[in-house]
T-cell receptor, first 117, second 112 residues
């Protein structure tokens, strides 16, 4: 089956620092990846669509200068939380879109728990 | 927000009982999917039902879809303690291929 990894699985940082999270599709190529944020006991909220070789598309209310997305290859997308603050503490999950004969399927990574002190 | 609603928000049952979760959504869809999430983990895909399908089965799972009511249900039969998790429905809408909108989720607790 298709596997998506995320690194790191958890990170603790000081307020004001930047944190980079990687999302990799291990056994397939993904021109499109998605980044979600999930607060405790809540659902996943789509933050942005990451497109290989072009700019990411951000959802309404998500600051593109705050959450930098780079999708430089067909197997890697990165999300950088710049100048992180405690309110950015959350569970960040990526998914990679795999095209198939019967349509597209999203495969989710295991998530990254970010804690900003 | 176009996020769907799920009910109940929380469900506690005993092992062996059936669990039913409902999902309602707001826009026209291509597909509706159900996912499971164990606490602090990523999502596991359970089942996908297309907009032209009304019912689908996979093992102990049964999913129904009523596009006229914009609702879906997930039935887990003969539940097990290992089924304890949060369950989310997710829809992708016509014209926005693969972009998923998640429901609010149901937290299922199965006790021995």
């Amino acid at each position: 089956g298709a596997v998506v990894s995320q690194h790191p699985s958890r990170v603790i940082c000081k307020s004001g620092t930047s944190v980079k999270i990687e999302c990799r599709s291990l056994d397939f190529q993904a021109t499109t990846m998605f980044w979600y944020r999930q607060f405790p006991k809540q659902s996943l909220m789509l933050m942005a669509t990451s497109n290989e070789g072009s700019k990411a598309t951000y959802e309404q209310g998500v600051e593109k200068d705050k959450f930098l997305i780079n999708h430089a290859s067909l197997t890697l997308s990165t999300l950088t939380v710049t100048s992180a603050h405690p309110e950015d503490s959350s569970f960040y999950i990526c998914s990679a879109n795999r095209a198939g004969a019967l349509g597209d399927t999203q495969y989710f990574g295991p998530g990254t728990r970010l804690t900003v002190l | 927000s176009q996020q769907g609603e799920e009910d109940p928000q929380a469900l506690s049952i005993q092992e062996g009982e059936n669990a039913t979760m409902n999902c309602s959504y707001k826009t026209s869809i291509n597909n509706l999917q159900w996912y499971r999430q164990n606490s602090g983990r990523g999502l596991v895909h359970l089942i996908l039902i297309r907009s032209n399908e009304r019912e689908k089965h996979s093992g102990r799972l049964r999913v129904t879809l009523d596009t006229s009511k914009k609702s879906s249900s997930l039935l887990i039969t003969a539940s097990r303690a290992a089924d304890t998790a949060s369950y989310f429905c997710a829809t992708d809408s016509t014209g926005t291929a693969s972009k998923l909108t998640f429901g609010t989720g149901t937290r299922l607790q199965v006790t021995l």
